[in-house]
């Protein structure tokens, strides 16, 4: 099975500033590494799959980012409605695996 | 508009049976791999099985394998789980999830997720 370690646990950050969020994979995925937010009682929502492309509708300022081992979600400024989870998932290997998440909260 | 209901949680004792259903509308059902994939409230999500648009192939969690078992019926546009064997390490709130064409195992539309509690 696959592990992903997603870094930090949480992220403090106000409204405006850029976000980095780390992904690292026990094994390489190659580019199938997708991202995920999610709200309080929310479904998570897809933001990112096989690493770069947007899924539909998600703004621009959301962008992927890696491949093999190492991946990065980046929001390149905060708006409100980013404060949420955010989960890393590979669909190279089965089982398909998640991240533990980062929590992306406002300082 | 593309969606998801599922249905079919509820509290079960361990040992016990339950089968969840989701109905999938505004969308080529048959075109798509379909998943199912749980969340105990305040952790990760995690994969619980798939199966192809043709259900040729399916697979499962370790955790599940065995017990539950995946189908879907293309006619009626639905998905199922039948879930056997429940232990209360299966008490989730249990979504179904549609994988992208050509990315089938990534998920982008889920539903709102029905909620399986096992207890005696």
């Known amino acids: 099975e696959i592990v992903l370690t997603q870094s930090p646990d949480t992220l403090s950050l106000s409204p405006g500033e850029r976000a980095t969020l780390s992904c690292r994979a026990s094994?390489?995925?190659?580019?199938?590494l997708a991202w995920y937010q999610q709200k309080p009682g929310q479904a998570p929502r897809l933001l990112i799959y096989?690493?770069?492309n947007r899924a539909t509708g998600i703004p621009a300022r959301f962008s992927g980012s890696g491949s093999g081992t190492d991946f990065t979600l980046t929001i390149s400024s905060l708006e409100p409605e980013d404060f949420a989870m955010y989960y890393c998932?590979?669909?190279?290997?089965?089982?398909?695996?998640f991240g533990g998440g980062t929590k992306v909260e406002i300082k | 508009e593309v969606q998801l209901v599922e249905s079919g949680g509820g509290l079960v004792q361990p040992g016990r049976s339950l089968r969840l259903s989701c109905a999938a509308s505004?969308?080529?059902?048959?075109?798509?791999?379909m998943h199912w994939v749980r969340q105990v409230p305040g952790k990760g999500p995690e994969w619980v099985s798939a199966?192809?648009?043709?259900?040729?192939?399916?697979g499962y969690a370790d955790s599940v394998k065995g017990r539950f078992t995946i189908s879907r019926d293309n006619a009626k546009n639905s998905l199922y789980l039948q879930m056997n064997s429940l232990r209360t390490e299966d008490t989730a709130l249990y979504y179904c999830?549609?994988?992208?064409?050509?990315?089938?195992?990534?998920?982008?539309?889920w539903g709102q997720g029905t909620m399986v509690t096992v207890s005696s």
């Open positions: 199966i192809s648009w043709s259900s040729a192939g399916i």
């Open positions: 999830a549609k994988g992208i064409r050509g990315s089938p195992d990534a998920f982008d539309i």
């Open positions: 998932q590979q669909r190279s290997n089965w089982p398909l695996t």
């Open positions: 096989d690493a770069s």
């Open positions: 505004g969308f080529a059902f048959d075109d798509y791999a």
């Open positions: 094994q390489s995925v190659s580019s199938y």
